[in-house]
């Protein structure tokens, strides 16, 4: 048998130690990767595993009018879970679920049994607090409780469309809560518990908690005080007349910022399930599309005087109540006419033929110039879904009538929002602003303004002169024409009524108007424009002038109150027709005995309170003016 020499025998260990060494060098390489680079991500990985996550919801951002006044807020609504594989007496378990939850035990107990490592049961979603005590007295294994919220709208209806309304999931589903869905979200949060492969949970690994992330409060251009008297007037115009539907806009000309929006019929968010979706998906304020009426004569007015081509104070008109164009006979509202007249008293008395004229005047390109400078045939922009953008003439197919009628307000198609962003460029110095609604976005937390949206002018459509004798116009159609209805006492209120028949299968329907009105005030610096109108109003007169103007005149006078504009004493005096309840001043009453009083308040009423011999405060005060029966509370001392 051949021997092995030593060296021979050295050199194979030491190939075999090299080879050892080798891979016990590719092991140890392996374990210190494995330990330092993959060693957090693997046990991440087994957590997971082991891991049961409960999530809390976060607070959806709430949304606030310009003084913070919260209008969509969170109500705290627990959801609860079930770890079937926890769950030691599935029977037991749904024995007690199932009552305070209202539903069957079968099917408690087909939530209970499930293969899932996780369930949720629907039927304990978002419930109240005292649902979720009692479940949390049950203390039953394998049944917790997640944080989780429900939209809550502290003024039910209170700007409804505008609003918008959140599901289940607390998504954005309409209005600014669908719009601005991804800000006001926020990210979700979670408890994490451990359990081994049975599903029990392990005691000796502490639980994990991820904070959610809330979402971000929208503050609007909204202001509640302007809003919550424009609701007043809605709901008494609601009442009295039993309306096809009705739409009020308040806006700030100087800015487009919109201070109020709303519209009948109306519906709660918190239940808007019940509700036709034709109400809840149609905002009318910037979705309905008719023609204005006599409203849009503030805009042939405007091109009308811009260009040069009347004087309202020098040049008259004779309005025999009828006009003839293009072999078509056009009538006034007036079937007798007005007579001759200047034209400050042709836009006083919305007389058709006088604004005929002034359209041809002007001529078709230069009309329709105006009009789409004005912003209509196009959507204003306005920072919410579902805007119209109204119809106009294509400019080759205006005829003689058709430009005639447009001059009136006939035959064009507009929105809401269009005439009121129109109207205030009109007024304010010639700037067209585009309308908004959202004003800034701030985080909750720090208080930081994430974005904030400042006003945009889009053009000069008119100049400072042309807008200063329309402001001076629109006063005198107040004070002495057809708005008079819309006067009021100490400020300074201009606007135009409008009457406007509606059209069905091509033809207009008879008795059946949207009646409206366009306020601004005060006249000379106008810090508000209101827009009224009445779709259909039972039971009266159909006409601009009487249902429209009381309504805005008593949205301008309260608002501006509630804005802390000071009255004047430098009106127009206004001029006093038949039916006109007359104004007289609030006598002083203070000092006086109840003997006194008497012989004091022949034309009005007293609301008395109090058990003294004298009177001590009045309102209103002395020197008001208030109209001639009404209530003045007085209050009484010793």
């Given at each position: 048998?051949?021997?092995?020499?030593?060296?021979?025998?050295?050199?194979?260990?030491?190939?075999?130690?090299?080879?050892?060494?080798?891979?016990?060098?590719?092991?140890?390489?392996?374990?210190?990767?494995?330990?330092?680079?993959k060693?957090?991500?693997?046990?991440?990985?087994?957590?997971?595993?082991?891991?049961?996550?409960?999530?809390?919801?976060?607070?959806?951002?709430?949304?606030?009018?310009?003084?913070?006044?919260e209008?969509?807020?969170?109500?705290?609504?627990?959801t609860?879970?079930?770890?079937?594989?926890?769950?030691?007496?599935?029977q037991?378990?749904?024995?007690?679920?199932?009552?305070?939850?209202?539903?069957?035990?079968?099917?408690?107990?087909?939530?209970?049994?499930?293969?899932?490592?996780?369930?949720?049961?629907?039927?304990?979603?978002?419930?109240?607090?005292?649902?979720a005590?009692?479940?949390?007295?049950?203390?039953?294994?394998?049944?917790?409780?997640?944080?989780?919220?429900?939209?809550?709208?502290?003024?039910?209806?209170?700007l409804?469309?505008?609003?918008?309304?959140?599901?289940?999931?607390?998504?954005?589903?309409?209005?600014?809560?669908?719009?601005y869905?991804?800000?006001?979200?926020?990210?979700?949060?979670?408890?994490k518990?451990?359990?081994?492969?049975?599903?029990?949970?392990?005691p000796?690994m502490?639980?994990?908690?991820?904070?959610?992330?809330?979402?971000?409060?929208?503050?609007?251009?909204?202001?509640?005080k302007?809003?919550?008297?424009?609701?007043?007037?809605?709901d008494?115009?609601?009442?009295?007349?039993?309306?096809?539907?009705?739409?009020?806009?308040?806006?700030n000309?100087?800015?487009?910022?919109?201070?109020?929006?709303?519209?009948?019929?109306?519906?709660?968010?918190?239940?808007?399930?019940?509700?036709?979706?034709?109400?809840?998906?149609?905002?009318?304020?910037?979705?309905?599309?008719?023609?204005?009426?006599s409203?849009?004569?503030?805009i042939?007015?405007?091109?009308?005087?811009?260009?040069?081509?009347?004087?309202?104070?020098?040049?008259k008109?004779?309005?025999?109540?009828?006009?003839?164009?293009?072999?078509?006979?056009?009538?006034?509202?007036?079937?007798?006419?007005?007579?001759?007249?200047?034209?400050?008293?042709?836009?006083?008395?919305?007389?058709?033929?006088?604004?005929?004229?002034?359209g041809?005047?002007?001529?078709?390109?230069?009309?329709?110039?105006?009009i789409?400078?004005?912003?209509?045939?196009?959507?204003?922009?306005?920072?919410?879904?579902?805007?119209?953008?109204?119809?106009?003439?294509?400019?080759?197919?205006?005829?003689?009538?058709?430009?005639?009628?447009?001059?009136?307000?006939?035959?064009?198609?507009?929105?809401?929002?269009?005439?009121?962003?129109?109207?205030?460029?009109?007024?304010n110095?010639?700037?067209?602003?585009?309308?908004?609604?959202?004003?800034?976005?701030?985080?909750?937390?720090?208080g930081?303004?994430?974005?904030?949206?400042?006003?945009e002018?889009?053009?000069?459509?008119?100049?400072?002169?042309?807008s200063?004798?329309?402001?001076?116009?629109?006063?005198?159609?107040?004070?002495?024409?057809t708005g008079?209805?819309?006067?009021?006492?100490?400020?300074?209120?201009?606007g135009?009524?409008?009457?406007a028949?509606?059209?069905?299968?091509?033809?207009?329907?008879?008795?059946?108007?949207?009646?409206?009105?366009?306020g601004?005030?005060?006249?000379?610096?106008?810090?508000?424009?209101?827009?009224?109108?009445?779709?259909?109003?039972?039971?009266?007169?159909?006409?601009?002038?009487?249902?429209?103007?009381?309504?805005?005149?008593?949205?301008?006078?309260?608002?501006?109150?509630?804005?802390?504009?000071?009255?004047?004493?430098?009106?127009?005096?206004?001029?006093?027709?038949?039916?006109?309840?007359?104004?007289?001043?609030?006598?002083?009453?203070?000092?006086?005995?109840?003997?006194?009083?008497?012989?004091?308040?022949?034309?009005?009423?007293?609301?008395?309170?109090g058990?003294?011999?004298?009177?001590?405060?009045?309102?209103?005060?002395?020197?008001?003016?208030i109209?001639?029966?009404?209530?003045?509370?007085?209050?009484?001392?010793?």
């Open positions: 048998m051949k021997r092995v020499s030593n060296v021979t025998v050295r050199k194979r260990l030491a190939y075999a130690l090299i080879i050892g060494v080798f891979i016990f060098s590719i092991i140890d390489i392996r374990l210190g990767y494995v330990q330092f680079f060693g957090d991500w693997l046990t991440s990985n087994a957590k997971d595993l082991w891991s049961r996550n409960i999530p809390f919801q976060p607070e959806r951002g709430k949304i606030v009018d310009r003084n913070g006044v209008l969509a807020t969170n109500q705290s609504a627990p609860i879970f079930v770890v079937p594989r926890q769950i030691t007496n599935p037991d378990t749904a024995e007690k679920l199932a009552p305070v939850l209202n539903i069957s035990v079968e099917v408690a107990y087909k939530y209970v049994t499930q293969a899932d490592s996780m369930v949720r049961i629907n039927e304990g979603r978002k419930i109240s607090y005292e649902k005590k009692e479940i949390r007295d049950l203390n039953l294994k394998g049944v917790y409780l997640g944080e989780d919220s429900k939209r809550y709208y502290p003024y039910g209806s209170y409804s469309h505008v609003l918008g309304f959140a599901g289940i999931d607390n998504q954005g589903l309409m209005g600014l809560e669908l719009s869905d991804e800000e006001l979200s926020g990210d979700r949060g979670y408890v518990f451990f359990s081994d492969a049975k599903g029990k949970r392990m000796d502490a639980d994990d908690f991820e904070q959610p992330e809330n979402g971000l409060d929208l503050k609007l251009t909204i202001d509640t302007v809003q919550t008297i424009v609701e007043r007037e809605l008494i115009a609601q009442a009295t007349y039993n309306p096809d539907g009705i739409i009020a806009i308040a806006m000309p100087k800015t487009g910022e919109v201070l109020a929006m709303s519209s009948r019929p109306t519906f709660d968010p918190a239940n808007f399930k019940n509700v036709p979706q034709e109400i809840y998906n149609r905002n009318l304020p910037i979705w309905s599309t008719y023609e204005p009426g409203t849009f004569k503030i042939t007015l405007a091109a009308a005087l811009e260009e040069g081509k009347v004087d309202l104070y020098k040049e008109f004779h309005d025999p109540g009828y006009i003839e164009v293009g072999g078509a006979t056009l009538h006034c509202w007036k079937r007798k006419g007005h007579g001759t007249q200047t034209f400050l008293e042709v836009v006083q008395n919305s007389c058709n033929p006088g604004f005929v004229e002034l041809n005047r002007l001529g078709k390109e230069k009309l329709f110039s105006y789409e400078d004005f912003g209509f045939g196009k959507k204003t922009g306005i920072d919410l879904q579902g805007e119209g953008k109204g119809i106009l003439f294509n400019i080759d197919r205006v005829g003689p009538v058709e430009q005639a009628t447009t001059a009136f307000g006939q035959g064009v198609a507009v929105t809401p929002i269009q005439q009121v962003a129109a109207v205030s460029a009109a007024v110095g010639g700037i067209l602003y585009q309308p908004f609604i959202a004003k800034e976005l701030v985080d909750p937390s720090s930081e303004v994430v974005m904030r949206k400042t006003p002018k889009v053009r000069r459509v008119i100049s400072e002169e042309t200063k004798q329309i402001r001076e116009a629109l006063e005198s159609v107040v004070a002495q024409g008079g209805k819309a006067f009021v006492d100490g400020y300074r209120i201009g135009k009524t409008g009457t028949q509606k059209a069905k299968d091509g033809k207009y329907l008879e008795n059946n108007h949207i009646v409206s009105f366009m601004i005030a005060p006249a000379d610096d106008p810090e508000i424009v209101v827009y009224v109108a009445v779709d259909n109003p039972k039971g009266t007169i159909q006409f601009g002038g009487v249902v429209a103007a009381p309504i805005a005149g008593s949205i301008i006078g309260d608002s501006l109150e509630a804005m802390g504009v000071p009255k004047r004493k430098d009106q127009i005096e206004k001029k006093m027709n038949w039916d006109d309840v007359p104004m007289i001043e609030t006598p002083d009453l203070i000092g006086l005995t109840k003997q006194e009083l008497q012989q004091q308040l022949v034309n009005l009423k007293l609301d008395i309170s058990s003294g011999k004298k009177v001590v405060r009045q309102s209103p005060d002395p020197g008001v003016k109209k001639q029966g009404s209530t003045v509370r007085i209050y009484l001392e010793e």
